[in-house]
């Protein structure tokens, strides 16, 4: 019998997608910054969240220019049902999960060979999150440090 691989449902982070401003004037960002963690700023920039942040929403996408001076892009913010691939050690399945550390602007994320995300998965650690709680739904097999997290 063949086996079903749990995905992203692209429909609900398609429809949780918002145009947004990234980074600081001093610190731009990258397309290398496809997928990580971000929060938001009293700027209103999102900004990379740092180790043990609640996450508010991921990168999806820099473009080229900036607006304001700012980085700007789109940013699969929390919403429910949205879901993402991330990568932790030791979590199981119903873990809440917190930000991990993350690179710096402008450097890429690592575990850039998982065949469904070519940017690389953001890390993260299990944690007790308050208002942007993310939840692990399923384990990759193939990869054990590799988790699929939703929104709840």
């Known amino acids: 019998m063949a086996k079903f691989i749990l995905s992203i449902v692209a429909e609900h982070n398609s429809r949780n997608t918002i145009t947004n401003t990234f980074g600081t004037l001093d610190s731009k960002f990258?397309?290398?910054?496809?997928?990580?963690?971000?929060?938001?700023?009293?700027?209103?920039?999102?900004?990379l969240c740092e180790e043990g942040?609640?996450?508010?929403?991921?990168?999806?996408?820099v473009e080229p220019g900036t607006q304001d001076g700012y980085s700007y892009g789109t940013c699969v913010r929390y919403a429910s049902l949205v879901r993402m691939f991330?990568?932790?050690?030791?979590?199981?399945?119903?873990d809440y999960v917190v930000c991990g550390a993350q690179t710096a602007?402008?450097?890429?994320?690592?575990?850039?060979?998982?065949?469904?995300?070519?940017?690389?998965?953001?890390?993260?650690?299990?944690?007790?999150?308050?208002?942007?709680?993310?939840?692990?739904?399923?384990?990759?097999?193939?990869?054990?440090?590799?988790?699929?997290?939703e929104a709840i």
């Open 30 to 47: 990258t397309n290398e910054d496809h997928n990580k963690a971000v929060k938001r700023t009293d700027s209103t920039a999102m900004q």
């Open 53 to 61: 942040d609640e996450i508010e929403g991921f990168v999806e996408s």
């Open 86 to 94: 991330v990568t932790g050690q030791d979590l199981k399945i119903g």
């Open 105 to 149: 602007p402008g450097v890429a994320n690592g575990n850039d060979d998982f065949p469904l995300n070519s940017y690389g998965t953001t890390v993260v650690k299990k944690g007790s999150p308050v208002n942007f709680k993310w939840r692990v739904i399923a384990l990759d097999i193939r990869n054990p440090n590799v988790y699929l997290i």
